[in-house]
């Protein structure tokens, strides 16, 4: 069985930094896709960043150069690097997986992420 449970969410000022943490239980090592995405109220899920099991990554362009994603196979144990922080940044995130690789492109197929953490907010204040 999958799960995933996030944390590391919460409040920062603009410019500042934050670290997600996603813990990933039940998923193949070297068989799988995982993503981070936040939910926009009224525009809906937008992909942030992508990591196939093999290690490569893919960024939204909006979050380039600014976020990172990682992975910590010892622990299953996925993170999201948050640097230089905005206001627009202000949403939930949620830790996204599947029991299969990815071609890592945007816009995600969230019908294809079978597994989701419940979320975790993050607030930034100009």
């Known amino acids: 069985q999958v799960e995933l449970v996030e944390s590391g969410g919460g409040s920062v000022e603009a410019g500042g930094s934050l670290q997600l943490s996603c813990a990933a239980s039940?998923?193949?090592?070297?068989?799988?896709?995982m993503a981070w995405v936040r939910h926009v109220p009224g525009a809906g899920r937008a992909g942030v960043a992508i990591?196939?099991?093999?290690?490569?990554?893919n960024y939204a362009a909006f979050v380039k150069g600014r976020f990172s994603i990682s992975r910590d196979n010892a622990k299953n144990l996925l993170t999201l690097q948050m640097n230089n922080l905005e206001p627009d940044d202000s949403v939930m995130y949620y830790c996204a997986g599947r029991g299969t690789t990815c071609d890592r492109s945007f816009p995600l197929d969230y019908t294809t992420y079978h597994y989701w953490g419940q979320g975790t907010q993050v607030t930034v204040s100009s």
């Open positions: 039940g998923l193949d090592s070297t068989n799988h896709c």
């Open positions: 990591r196939n099991s093999d290690g490569r990554t």
